[in-house]
């Protein structure tokens, strides 16, 4: 029952922006952190944003710092990610994941099954 489905990634251009939306269901939205995750073809998962259970507070990773926006809708039970000034090195399929707060994909219970990005050069 418990579901998490990302959506908004696609292919851009060095330089162009995606909004990367996570519409959630099964549980308490909001009294759950929220982060986004991305891996890449021959990495390990990365952390890339996380995001308190109101939105007071928010962490990035140094790769997205500047250039990432992570905010949740409560009423709406979505997370977004908003990216701009894409580069090559952002391409990975990005995750959505619901749990306690951390840097880690250990401390997360809930995860979507991943939207890709591709940015080319």
């Known amino acids: 029952q418990v579901q998490l489905a990302e959506s908004g990634g696609g292919l851009v251009q060095a330089g162009g922006s995606l909004r990367l939306s996570c519409a959630a269901s099964?549980?308490?939205?909001?009294?759950?952190?929220m982060a986004w995750f991305r891996q890449a073809p021959g990495k390990e998962r990365e952390f890339v944003a996380v995001i308190s259970w109101t939105g007071s507070s928010t962490y990035y990773a140094d790769s997205v710092k500047g250039r990432a926006t992570i905010s949740r809708d409560n009423a709406k039970n979505t997370v977004y990610l908003q990216m701009n000034s894409l580069k090559p090195e952002d391409t990975a399929v990005y995750y959505c994941?619901?749990?306690?707060?951390?840097?880690?994909?250990?401390?997360?219970?809930?995860w979507g099954q991943g939207t890709q990005v591709t940015v080319s050069s």
């Open positions: 099964g549980f308490t939205f909001s009294s759950y952190v």
């Open positions: 994941a619901a749990g306690r707060w951390g840097y880690d994909y250990r401390a997360y219970d809930y």
